[in-house]
């Protein structure tokens, strides 16, 4: 089975502008969560989507959003991009039921905000 | 809300030396407990999970309620082992997994 892959692996924005990740989550995987990864803060969840439906939402401002698509993959936008949301956005898949608990992480896409 | 203490930003060891790594966490129900882990240049992937009990790669990992630990260890550190190991909660089913800051382990030759 193919891995999870996001894209684009890398972007550099500028502040103010916005920005769309994209993630496809392994065949079978209803579930894909997002999160944000700093040095810092390590990593912090920013929400989760099933079957198209957020179910889970972490401790961000409303500048983050994300939406899954019918055949599960997931996207998230940034919008009026700060300094701070430079980070490696990670995307994970699950099968989604409630015994399903092993996640399998993406690559990330890497964001710099300039 | 569940919270994981990961209380080591660093841990360096040497090349056959046991590794502990903490992990310390908040929760009043029955949580379940996960060690990630991140190779140079590789995707996060799991490591363990308490609930099967499993060593791999020669780590291995008990919670202990009373304590509310979930400690990794290996008896005799490789350097192969060095990566960000990551301690992980989750309070239920559909609940999303709650990190710890994460343990850089460095192994020394």
């Avoid at chain 2, 992937?45 to 509310?68: M, P, V, W, Y």
């Avoid at chain 2, 260890?73 to 082992?81: C, G, N, S, T, V």
């Amino acid at each position: 089975k193919a891995g999870v892959t996001q894209t684009p692996r890398y972007l550099i924005k500028t502040r103010g502008q916005q920005v769309t990740l994209s993630c496809s989550p392994i065949s079978g995987h209803r579930s894909v969560s997002w999160y944000q990864q700093t040095p810092g803060q390590g990593l912090q969840f920013l929400f989760e989507y099933f079957s198209e439906t957020q179910r889970n939402k972490g401790n961000f401002p409303g500048r983050f959003s994300g939406r899954q698509f019918s055949n599960s993959r997931s996207e998230m936008n940034v919008s009026t991009l700060e300094l701070g949301d430079s980070a490696l956005y990670l995307c994970a898949s699950r099968i989604g039921g409630p015994t399903s608990n092993e996640q399998f992480f993406g690559p990330g896409t890497r964001l710099t905000v300039l | 809300a569940q919270r994981v203490t990961q209380p080591e930003k660093l841990l360096s060891v040497f090349k056959g030396a046991p590794v502990e790594l903490k992990c310390n966490y908040s929760y009043s129900g029955s949580p379940e407990l996960f060690w990630y882990v991140q190779y140079s240049r590789q995707r996060l992937q799991l490591l363990l999970r308490h609930i099967s009990r499993e060593s791999i790669k020669g780590f291995t990992a008990d919670l202990n309620k009373g304590e509310t630990s979930f400690h990794l260890k290996k008896p005799f550190a490789q350097e192969e082992d060095s990566a960000m190991y990551y301690c992980a909660l989750r309070a239920g089913g559909n609940t999303p997994l709650v990190f710890g800051k994460g343990t850089r382990l460095s192994v020394i030759a």
